[in-house]
């Protein structure tokens, strides 16, 4: 859901940065935290940034809305190293696109950082972790934190769009149709990236359960149940 450049007015894409700093502040932070405690933790992050770079760099037009519609990435991110270091890893995704293949904007970077980053990330691990607590598998959590993660993004950008460019017309029936106009194409992405991230999930799980344990996504004693 990249917002394209010179959407935004100059106000609004500005405040959308200030917004957006706290949060990678808090991001790069935890990042080496994390690095000191396992020197693997900034190539995972690599790699990571490189997954949801290319999840999100398939765009269909949304051209009623002046934005795209993509699968995002950021739940399965956000499930393996959490949500303040996705937020970092979205970033850095979204400025690569921005400046090597005019996907999204420079000026547009934060407003579209915070839907997907700040928004989309903590949405799938709250969702995830919502879904374990009550005694969901990982593929079921896989999944609603793809699917919340994705749909938290999209309607944020809708959110997003709608106060930037409303000028004196009324906020919510302006939402209201940017979100219409998503629907065909965002609401069966969302299913998508619901099913990505519970594979992506469940393979590591079947593959490599002992990286969950290590990211703290399973419990060592999950590991010999199924998923």
Known sequence: MHISE???PFPWALTWFLVLVPFLALGIRQ?????????SMKPLVGLLTAVVFIISCMPIPVPTAGTCSHPCGT???????????????????????????????????????????????????FAFRAVRKVGGSLAVAGFIAGLVADWATYATTSLLLALGIRGESPLWPLFGKIVLAFLPTQLPLGILEGVITA??????????????????????KEVAGNA
């Open 6 to 8: 010179g959407i935004l």
């Open 31 to 39: 990042l080496n935290f994390l690095a000191r405690e396992d020197l």
């Open 75 to 125: 739940g399965v991110s956000a499930i393996l190293v959490g949500p303040l270091v996705s937020v970092i890893i979205a970033a850095v995704s979204l400025l690569i696109q921005a400046l090597f293949l005019a996907h999204g904007g420079l000026s547009t970077l934060g407003a579209n950082a915070l839907a997907m980053g700040v928004v989309g990330s903590f949405a799938g691990w």
């Open 199 to 220: 594979g992506m999930v469940t393979l590591l799980y079947r593959k490599r359960p002992d990286l969950l344990v290590k990211m703290r996504v399973i419990k060592e």
